[in-house]
Each structure stands twice: as C-alpha cells, then as structure tokens.
C-alpha cells in the first residue's frame, strides 16, 4: 500500500471517528450508556399507584400476564434498534482495490527515465450526507424507546384498572348473590306454607298460583346474580394467570 493510500484511509477514518464522537458528546446528557441490554424481570417501569392487600396482589399477578409481557418485549426490541442504528455507518463505508501488473512503463519524452505506475490502488467511498444524517436516526430510535416505555405504563395502569374494576364488580355480585339467597329463603319459606295449606285446602289455587310464581322470580334473580359473579371471578382469573382463592387465602 502506498503512502497516499494510507494517507486517504487515516484522514477517512479521522473524519468518521469525529463526527462519532462529536454525536455521542452532544447527546451524552440524554442516555448515560449507548446501549442498556434488556432485563429479565418485569415490569421495567413501578406503577406510580400502589395497592394494598388484595389489590396489590392482583396488580401484581396481572402485570405477569402475557398481553403486558408483549409490551414490555417492545422496549427490548427498541433498545436493539438503537444499538443496530448506531452499529450502521459501517454500512456506508466502501473500499475498493484495483491490481495494476506494471507490464508496461512509460517514458517520458526525449528523456529515458521510465514512469511506473503503483501495483496496488485502494480507495474508501463515504457519503458525508448520509454519514451525518445518521445522527438523526439514532435520536430517533432513542424516541422509540421512550415511547415503548410509556405505552407500558399505559398498559400497566389499564391491566391495573381492569382487574381492581373487575375485582370491585365481583364483590359487588357476591354480595347481592347474599342478599338475595336470603330474600329467596324467605320467599321459599313462604310458599312452602302456602303449598301446605293449599294441600290442606286452605288457599285457593290463586294464591298458590302467585306464592309459587314469587319464588320462581326471586330464584331466577339469584341464579342471574351468581352467574354473574362466576363469569366476573373466571375474567379476573383469566388476567391473573392464577385461581382467585389462591390471593384471597
């Protein structure tokens, strides 16, 4: 390699380096390290609202469900993208070489010195625009991942929300499950009076008609009011991962 090729490549690699340099310098005051690799445990991010008891625990058990475990994989897959865009100028870089067999000389005019051409040539091609720009899209790749991390605090208040809601909601139908058990224990006691003195024919059919009728309605709004328990208490279980007697106990 001759003098001037090394010369080229040197002052390349000059230019290169500074404007790197000079890049990671402006934004040092953003991002300490260039690349933080990801963590295994989650969530990444401790949710501003604290729970207590219960509640905590099912904060807790829905932020190990598998919707918020994609979210949190896109904070990774940002923070590569930084890392790749940072890796990139190298793309830009071509080196190219060209062979010369020096199986001809040239002489000059009415002298006998002979002009010899180098063996070797090499040369590096650089977009500077290109090669500048690059800052801008690893500044970019850097929002990403700021946006990656609120889309995971969002994600985290919202399972949050769903599952103190759904929760709420369960202890609410629990409870008219047990009010209403005790109005249909009394409506039944009633109409198994009603049913003894109609077989002692004591009431008319009328009035049996309608104690039966009353006992029926009120065992259907039980029936109604379990089921929705059920279906609220299987939607948590479905966020927590685990059976609800397992956090209650």
Avoid at 15 to 20: C, D, F, L, M
Avoid at 146 to 167: G, M, W
Avoid at 197 to 202: L, V
Avoid at 205 to 232: C, G, P, V
Wanted: proline share 3%.
């Amino acid at each position: 390699m001759n003098l001037r090729a090394c010369l080229l490549i040197a002052l390349t690699l000059l230019i290169v380096s500074t404007s790197v340099r000079a890049q990671v310098q402006t934004e040092g005051h953003q991002v300490q390290s260039p690349y933080t690799p990801p963590v295994s445990k989650r969530p990444i991010r401790s949710l501003p609202i604290k729970d207590t008891g219960v509640e905590e625990k099912l904060v807790q058990l829905a932020l190990q469900n598998v919707g918020y475990d994609a979210v949190t994989r896109g904070i990774t897959i940002a923070q590569y993208k930084v890392k790749k865009e940072k890796l990139s100028w190298f793309d830009l870089l071509q080196i190219s070489s060209q062979f010369n067999d020096q199986s001809f000389k040239h002489y000059a005019a009415n002298s006998n010195i002979a002009y010899i051409y180098p063996k070797y040539f090499y040369g590096i091609t650089i977009p500077i625009g290109t090669l500048l720009s690059k800052g801008g899209s690893v500044k970019a790749a850097r929002e990403e991942v700021k946006i990656a991390e609120d889309n995971q605090i969002i994600a985290a208040l919202k399972l949050r929300t769903d599952v103190l809601s759904k929760y709420k909601q369960w202890r609410s139908s629990n409870a008219l499950v047990n009010l209403q058990r005790q109005v249909a224990d009394d409506i039944h006691a009633a109409f198994l009076q009603v049913e003894k003195r109609f077989n002692d024919g004591q009431v008319t059919i009328e009035a049996y008609s309608d104690a039966s009728r009353s006992y029926t309605t009120e065992m259907t709004k039980l029936i109604t009011f379990q089921l929705q328990a059920d279906t609220q208490k299987l939607e948590i279980e479905q966020i927590i991962g685990v059976r609800l007697e397992s956090v209650l106990n």
